[in-house]
């Protein structure tokens, strides 16, 4: 990965660069930072960096024989830990260093904009979430524990930092803190708050910024080979997310069947249609995980978008035409006294829907407290 293929992040890739320019590099390193933002991105164009032979003012060469490997993930002073899982392959005692050869696959694919749900897609993982395991912090102890086969810098990559198991992050702390010489830890994370404290504290953090609209948009022509006006909606909704903008331009109808089926939700929410209600969460229950999820998340925008537009800040909404008119329409009913009951309610559900949660009885349950909260006043 080279920092020219990096979408927007100009300031963030300077400075990068001059860390290393002035050899100030720091042994530990978390990019932090929301989803699609390209923290993988940035880490391994760092990593290439690094060890580039031949590097200039600005980027990586591209063409030594560090940069070569890196680009393919197979240099043999990368080293990469991730969530993993039992699979139809593995069918135990899973660790990273089994799934290698298909990390390598989906990060190159995906140009190393990473989601962690893609990757147990891309595994076929099913309902199952993926740790990082003691057994691959040991592995990565041993590893880096001998000298660097031919590049200056040993790098470790930890992808998801999140899902390290504590017993494997007590393994790490030392390591952390107290690495080989030339040796460099580069974790990415998304939740700061799910990351160990003990973690955090041995780390210099990198946090990585949504991407500027305007670099979205540009990205999004060339990889379109479009005009702007074509990809302008998409890039303005995803809000910074790379990954997102794709994905409202790849499934422009997948987006509307989430708009319309949380509309009809919350109408029959309000007209208290129970029959209509208990039919709706019924074919609910039939969409599978993945977009139960999505329908829930698409909750929390509207409700976010019902505070916005109750402050009078509507220059905020990020809407097409037909959803602008039914946020207009929805805010009034989200309140002082039911804003924080409504997303409490949106993100237990999506917590237990990952936990494997009943469908139709956790939807008929959201159902009837929605029922009560839209009819709370101030």
């Known amino acids: 990965m080279l920092f020219r293929q990096i979408i927007g992040q100009d300031a963030l890739k300077q400075k990068l660069i001059q860390s290393v320019t002035e050899s100030r590099v720091s042994h530990a390193q978390m990019f932090l930072g929301p989803p699609g933002s390209g923290k993988l991105a940035l880490a391994l164009a760092y990593a290439t960096y690094i060890n580039c032979t031949a590097r200039t003012a600005d980027d990586s060469c591209g063409t030594c024989p560090s940069c070569i490997k890196m ?10 830990v991730f969530p993993t899982t039992t699979t139809k392959k593995i069918k135990s005692n899973p660790e990273s260093v089994l799934f290698m ?7 190159v694919r995906e140009g190393a904009y ?3 749900n893609d990757w147990y ?3 076929g993982v099913e309902n199952k979430q993926g740790t990082i395991f003691t057994r691959d912090a040991n592995e990565l102890i041993r590893k880096l524990g001998f000298k660097a086969y031919e590049a200056e810098y040993k790098i470790a990559i930890i992808w998801m930092a999140e899902k390290i198991n504590i017993q494997a992050a007590n393994k790490l702390l030392k390591l952390l803190e107290e690495p080989p010489a030339k040796t460099l830890f580069l974790l990415i994370a998304e939740e700061q708050e799910e990351i160990l404290p003990t973690v955090r504290s041995r780390t210099y953090l990198v946090k990585v910024p949504r991407i500027a609209d305007q670099d ?21 909704l995803s809000e910074g997310n790379w990954l997102e903008a794709l ?12 708009f319309r089926t949380f509309q009809q939700w919350m109408r029959l929410c309000f007209k208290s249609a129970i029959p209509e209600l208990t039919d709706f969460t019924a074919n609910i229950a039939t969409i599978g995980r993945e977009k139960q999820k999505a329908l829930l998340h698409y909750g929390l925008h509207v409700f976010r978008n019902g505070l916005l537009v109750n402050s009078r800040l509507h220059e905020m909404l990020r809407l097409t035409d037909e959803e602008k008119e039914f946020n207009l329409k929805f805010a009034p009913f989200v309140q002082a006294i039911n804003i924080e009951p409504m997303i409490r309610l949106m993100e237990e559900g999506i917590n237990h829907i990952e936990r494997n949660a009943h469908a139709g009885i956790l939807f008929t349950d959201i159902s009837l407290k929605m029922v009560k909260l839209l009819r709370m006043k101030n």
Do not use: S
């Open 101 to 107: 050869e298909e990390w390598r696959q989906y990060v």
């Open 216 to 236: 979205v948009l540009k990205a999004l022509t060339e990889r379109y080979q479009c005009r702007e006006a074509e990809v302008r909606e998409a890039a303005m």
């Open 121 to 123: 897609e891309f595994l």
């Open 247 to 258: 994905r409202l331009q790849e499934n422009n109808e997948e987006e509307k069947y989430y």
């Open 71 to 80: 680009e393919k993930l197979i240099h043999p002073d990368l080293h990469a």
């Open 114 to 116: 990473t989601h962690l």
